[in-house]
């Protein structure tokens, strides 16, 4: 074995024993945490096992270096997305119903499509990076201006516009399916 492969096999291990220890450390405090803003310990420890996945494949320094402002920031963050997902449901259903053939019920065909549909849309949603998704979302759903967006995100005007672009052209074949 080489001096750099045994190298890198000791970062591997102590990059390893790190996350182990954050998740050991901070796993508790993280679904307390959640629970307050959840209200339920079963989805709060759902999210904390996403969080603590994040941290995995993003191999973010900053969460060993600041590890409950790091796992805080990408919880809330999950936490919205969820919102928002749950809120785009809740809204197309709404649609169904007002959509339906007037006894308030959508048929078992019309809610199959669009419960389909929605998750074709949140799935191509979820292949964009977080700050692509957030901006899209926060744009098109929350109604925000891009120049808020833009200054919430830390992003320039310009790689708003990109983001907004990419992401709407990944979204279309989806949207144009829906209508």
Not at 35 to 60: G, M, Q, Y
Not at 115 to 135: F, G, M, P, Y
Request: glycine letters at 2%; a positive charge; one cysteine or more.
């Amino acid at each position: 074995m080489s001096a750099s492969t045994s190298l890198q096999n000791n970062l591997q291990q102590h990059e390893r024993h790190q996350l182990q220890q954050l998740y050991r450390d901070h796993f508790s405090w993280l679904c307390s945490w959640l629970s307050k803003h959840t209200r339920c310990p079963e989805h709060a420890a759902d999210l904390a096992h996403d969080t603590f996945c994040r941290v995995i494949t993003a191999a973010a320094s900053d969460a060993l270096r600041e590890p409950r402002a790091w796992l805080t920031t990408t919880a809330r963050r999950l936490l919205i997305d969820q919102l928002r997902r749950q809120e785009r449901e809740a809204a197309c259903m709404d649609y169904l119903a007002v959509a339906s053939e007037g006894n308030g019920e959508p048929s078992l065909e019309q809610a199959f499509i669009a419960r389909e549909s929605l998750e074709t849309l949140v799935s191509t949603l979820d292949r964009s990076s977080e700050k692509q998704r957030l901006a899209f979302l926060m744009y098109y759903v929350d109604k925000q201006p891009r120049k808020t967006v833009a200054v919430q995100l830390g992003i320039s005007p310009r790689t708003l516009g990109k983001y907004l672009h990419q992401t709407a052209d990944r979204c279309q074949p989806v949207l144009a399916g829906i209508h």
